[in-house]
Structures are given as C-alpha cells and as structure tokens.
Nanobody, 128 residues
Framework: QVQLVESGGGSVQAGGSLRLSCAPS???????????MAWFRQAPGKEREGVAA????????YYADSVKGRFTISQDNAKNTVYLQMNSLKPEDTAMYYC??????????????????WGQGTQVTVSS
C-alpha cells in the first residue's frame, strides 16, 4: 500500500519560511522514470491547485506563476523524499498542502487527476 506522508507545515508570519517534506512509503518515485512528484494546495472554498512539480527523468521543475521565485521543489533520491522550500510567504499562501505522485505523466503536471497517489495534507497558515 502506497502512502505519502507530509510534514513541515505550520503557522508563520508573512515573509517567513517553511519547508515541507513528503516521504512516500511503499513507493519509490525514482523508479517511475516517466513520473513526477508534485505539491498541490487547497484553500477553503477554492479548487485544488498545482504549486510545483519535479519530474523523475531529468529532474525538471515547474511552478505555478504565483510561487515562482519564492518556492523551490527538490528531491533526495537516497532518502526517497521530496521537499518544498517556501520563502517570502504571503497570507494568500495559506492552504492545506498536499503531496502527490504520478507514475506516468505528460505535460499537464498541474492537473490533480494526473496523479495516482496523494498524501493526507499538511496545513500552512501565513498571518499578516
């Protein structure tokens, strides 16, 4: 059974930083050569949106326009862990953040239905 376990959420003031971690169990993301790992977020009353993704093959990264230059997605294959470093946080970044894994994916990294596995979410709250 595949589980994605997120950690690192919390409450910070605007301008602060947090680092989220996602550690899959029962799934080695580096073995899915055409897959990717991603972070999504969902605020109350809003749709789930793609924040960042990292492709297994080549390590290409993609970001939502709203987080470019502030967030960085990275992976540590030895630890089978994916990270999301979030800097210069804004109140509008407040949401539940979810880790997701796709065994095979094309260009549409930002679409939730492209992903096979999801974590339970970790809350990020940014106060002004």
């Amino acid at each position: 059974q595949v589980q994605l376990v997120e950690s690192g959420g919390g409450s910070v003031q605007a301008g602060g930083s947090l680092r989220l971690s996602c550690a899959p169990s029962g799934y080695t993301y580096s073995s899915a050569s055409s897959g990717c790992m991603a972070w999504f977020r969902q605020a109350p009353g809003k749709e789930r949106e793609g924040v960042a993704a990292i492709y297994t093959s080549g390590g290409s990264t993609y970001y939502a326009d709203s987080v470019k230059g502030r967030f960085t997605i990275s992976q540590d294959n030895a630890k089978n862990t994916v990270y999301l470093q979030m800097n210069s946080l804004k109140p509008e970044d407040t949401a539940m953040y979810y880790c997701a894994a796709a065994e095979w994916i094309g260009d549409l990294w930002f679409l939730p239905y492209e992903y096979n596995y999801w974590g339970q979410g970790t809350q990020v709250t940014v106060s002004s």
